[in-house]
């Protein structure tokens, strides 16, 4: 929200922003701490028991990709492109 609209703004709607905007900052921190745990994990392996340490390609399982459709990606691809034309000041 650009600090213009603020007087524009219900207490309401304010509170709804605010509160969201608490929510994702606890979930980007909640998700810093998982990986930061992971990391200190695969350090303690590496520098204490490096033989030991988990091998993620096995995890993988080596698949293969997805199959692709070009056609509905080519599509995709347009409908992109059309849709930034007409929303910038060119197409307008």
Known sequence: MHHAEFWHVS????DLITRARIKA????????RVLN????????????N????PDFTKAIGGKKP??????????????GLLNMHFQSKKGQ
Do not use: S, V, W, Y
């Open 11 to 14: 207490l309401r709607e304010f």
């Open 25 to 32: 900052k606890d979930a980007e921190f909640a998700a810093r």
């Open 37 to 48: 745990q992971e990391l200190g994990i695969l350090t303690q392996f590496a520098i204490h």
């Open 50 to 53: 490096p033989g030991k340490m």
């Open 66 to 79: 997805a199959e692709r459709n070009r056609a509905a990606e080519l599509a995709q691809l347009r409908a």
